[in-house]
């Protein structure tokens, strides 16, 4: 069946711009997450949400970021007034039941933003 | 706290050798393991589990790991080498946590390299 789908897959964007990052869970999975993986480092947490329940935005690293997730599907994730160093690979991954410690996740294969 | 630790950035072996990841982790909880493999300009995909039954997990492509609660480690490791297995591999725990988003943690990642 269909997995995790990101758009776009790449995005080039002049610094101080707004971007709009899309994510299509799986169909059927509650729990939908993003990461963001920078050049050498891990991936880090920035935003969790399951079901109706108000997100765990714990992880988002400013005010500049947020996201939505529009009936209980589809995800944005949006960065405003972008700089260099939110340059990354954001990933996306969806779960069947989120908060389950093992309910491993899905991932989409990410999108590429690049800030110049 | 949930912590976990890829002791090596970078691991390079030749076609057929054997291959050992490292991961420490730390975990108030019992927790639940996984690894992720990312080739190269593709999603995260998972690779095996443990969930507290048995302690070495048989995962996908050969891979195995053995989860070793007195050294608290969950290395990853397999027989022979093959090309094919070029990637980045991450260590990720999980333990129960309210914030089930900040339950997964990451590792910053291992990249292998395989050699002819």
């Known amino acids: 069946g269909a997995g995790v789908s990101q758009s776009p897959s790449n995005k080039v964007t002049e610094k101080g711009k707004d971007v709009e990052l899309r994510c299509d869970p799986i169909?059927?999975?509650?729990?939908l997450y993003w990461y963001r993986q920078s050049l050498g480092q891990g991936l880090e947490f920035l935003i969790y949400f399951q079901g109706n329940s108000a997100p765990d935005k714990s992880g988002l690293p400013s005010d500049r970021f947020s996201a939505e997730r529009t009936g209980g599907s589809v995800s944005t994730l949006t960065i405003q007034r972008t700089q260099q160093e939110d340059s990354a690979v954001y990933l996306c991954a969806s779960s069947p039941r989120g908060g389950q410690v093992n309910s491993p996740l899905h991932f989409g294969n990410g999108t590429r933003l690049t800030v110049t | 706290a949930q912590s976990v630790t890829q002791l090596d950035s970078h691991v390079s072996v030749s076609e057929g050798t054997p291959v050992l990841l490292r991961c420490n982790y730390s975990?108030?909880?019992?927790?639940?393991l996984f690894w992720y493999v990312q080739h190269p300009n593709k999603g995260l995909q998972l690779l095996l589990k443990?969930?507290?039954?048995?302690?070495l997990v048989k995962g996908i492509n050969g891979f195995e790991a053995e989860f070793k609660k007195s050294e608290t480690s969950f290395h990853l490791t397999k027989p022979s080498a093959h090309m094919s297995d070029a990637a980045e591999y991450f260590c990720v725990v999980s333990s129960y946590s309210n914030q089930a988003g900040t339950a997964l943690i990451f590792g910053k990642g291992t990249t292998l390299s395989v050699s002819s």
């Open positions: 443990y969930t507290s039954a048995a302690t």
């Open positions: 975990s108030s909880y019992s927790p639940s």
């Open positions: 169909s059927g999975h509650t729990a």
